[in-house]
C-alpha cells in the first residue's frame, strides 16, 4: 500500500471527516487483504472502526473489528472498541462480556485501564452500579496518568446514582474546565457538559421554580451541541439538542423542534437503538405525549436504569406506568428514585412516600 493512500486517510480523521476516513481505511483493508499483508489489515480495520463509530456507524465499526480479529489482531483496545460499538447498538449485555474478559486478560496496565474504563461504563448502563464501583477501584489501582480524566468521569457518574449531586456537580465543571484547554478533547468535553445538564434538569424536575434549573440546563446542553459538534460527533450534537428542548418544556414552554424527529430518523437509520430511545423519551416530554415513550420502552431491553427513568416520565406525564417495577429498575440509582417515589406518590395519594421522596431531594 502506498503511503500516500495512508497520510489521505489520516489526513481525513485529523480533520474529523469521519465517514471518509472509514470509507478510506476500509479500502485499504481490502487492498492489504488481497496481497496478504495481514499487519496492515489489523492497522486499517482498526482505525476504520474507530472512524465509522465516530460516525455513529456501529454496524460497519463491528465489521472492521472482526476483520481485524480474523487478521490475528485481538488485544484489549479492539475489544474495548468492540464493546463500545455494541453498547451504541443495545447489545450491552454482549459488550460487557467481551469487555471484561479483556480486562481480565490484559497483560499490561494499559491495556487493562482501556478495557476497564470501557467496562464501568457498560456496567453502569446494565445498573450493575457496585461491579461498576469495584472496576473504577482497580483503575484507580492501576494509577496511569492518563487514566485520570476517564476516571474522574466515571467517579462523577457514580457519585449522582449515590444521589451526592454537589460532588458530582463539581468533578464534571472541574473536568470540562480541564478539557477545554484541549481541542482534541471535545468530544469529552461535550460528555461532561451533557451530564452538567442533566444534573440541572433532574434538580429541576423537583423544584418548586423549575425555571432558573431549567435555565443553566439549556445553556450546558447548548455548550455541549457546540463541542460535540467541534468533534465531529453528530450523534452528541443531536443528543445535546433534544435535551435543551427537552428543558424548555419542562421549563413550561411550548416547544416546536422538529429537530427532534430528524434526530430519531437518524438513530433510527444508523442502529443507535439506546441514543434512538433517548430522543423518543425527549419528544415524549417536549409533545407532551405519554405514550411516545411507549416506543422508547422497546430500545432499552438491556438498559434497566434508562428503564426504569422512562417510566418514571411516562407517569409523570399522565400515563399509565409500573412505577413499582421501575423502582426494582432504578434501585441502584438515588435520584430517580426520588422522582420514582413522588409519582407514586401523586398516583396514590400517599403522603409518606411523598414526605420520603421530598427527604431524598434535600441537599440537592
Do not use: N
Amino acid at each position: 500500500m502506498s503511503k500516500r493512500e495512508w497520510r489521505e486517510a489520516e489526513e481525513l480523521a485529523s480533520r474529523g471527516r469521519w465517514q471518509e476516513a472509514g470509507e478510506r481505511y476500509a479500502a485499504l483493508v481490502e487492498r492489504s487483504a488481497r496481497v496478504k499483508d495481514t499487519a496492515a489489515v489489523r492497522k486499517a480495520a482498526s482505525l476504520a472502526a474507530d472512524a465509522f463509530r465516530r460516525d455513529d456507524r456501529p454496524a460497519a465499526a463491528a465489521r472492521m473489528l472482526m476483520a481485524a480479529r480474523a487478521a490475528g489482531k485481538d488485544d484489549p483496545t479492539d475489544a474495548a472498541q468492540l464493546a463500545a460499538v455494541l453498547l451504541d447498538a443495545g447489545q450491552v449485555e454482549a459488550g460487557a462480556d467481551i469487555v471484561g474478559e479483556a480486562a481480565r486478560k490484559a497483560a499490561d496496565p494499559v491495556a487493562e485501564t482501556v478495557a476497564l474504563d470501557t467496562e464501568v461504563g457498560l456496567l453502569l448502563t446494565l445498573g450493575r452500579v457496585e461491579e461498576a464501583r469495584a472496576r473504577a477501584d482497580r483503575l484507580e489501582t492501576l494509577g496511569l496518568p492518563g487514566a485520570a480524566i476517564a476516571l474522574r468521569f466515571r467517579r462523577a457518574q457514580l457519585d449522582r446514582l449515590d444521589g451526592v449531586l454537589r460532588s458530582a456537580e463539581e468533578r464534571w465543571i472541574a473536568l470540562e474546565r480541564e478539557l477545554s484547554a484541549w481541542p482534541q478533547a471535545a468530544g469529552p468535553r461535550g460528555a461532561a457538559l451533557a451530564e452538567l445538564g442533566e444534573l440541572e434538569l433532574l434538580r429541576a424536575s423537583v423544584a418548586a421554580d423549575p425555571g432558573p434549573g431549567c435555565e443553566r440546563a439549556i445553556a450546558h446542553f447548548d455548550a455541549s451541541g457546540q463541542a460535540w459538534a467541534q468533534a465531529g460527533r453528530r450523534a452528541g450534537a443531536l443528543r445535546a439538542e433534544a435535551w435543551a428542548a427537552r428543558a424548555r418544556a419542562v421549563a413550561g414552554e411550548t416547544v416546536v423542534a422538529p429537530g427532534i424527529d430528524r434526530a430519531v430518523e437518524y438513530a433510527d437509520d444508523r442502529g443507535l437503538h439506546l441514543l434512538a430511545a433517548d430522543l423518543r423519551v425527549c419528544r415524549a416530554v417536549v409533545r407532551h405525549d405519554a405514550d411516545e415513550v411507549l416506543h422508547a420502552l422497546d430500545r432499552l431491553a438491556e438498559a434497566p436504569l434508562a428503564r426504569g427513568r422512562a417510566r418514571v416520565v411516562r407517569a409523570e406525564l399522565g400515563g399509565v406506568s409500573d412505577l413499582d417495577l421501575a423502582l426494582t429498575e432504578l434501585r441502584s440509582d438515588g435520584p430517580w428514585t426520588a422522582r420514582a417515589l413522588f409519582a407514586l406518590g401523586r398516583a396514590r395519594g400517599d403522603q409518606a412516600l411523598l414526605a420520603e421522596a421530598a427527604a431524598r431531594v434535600e441537599g440537592w
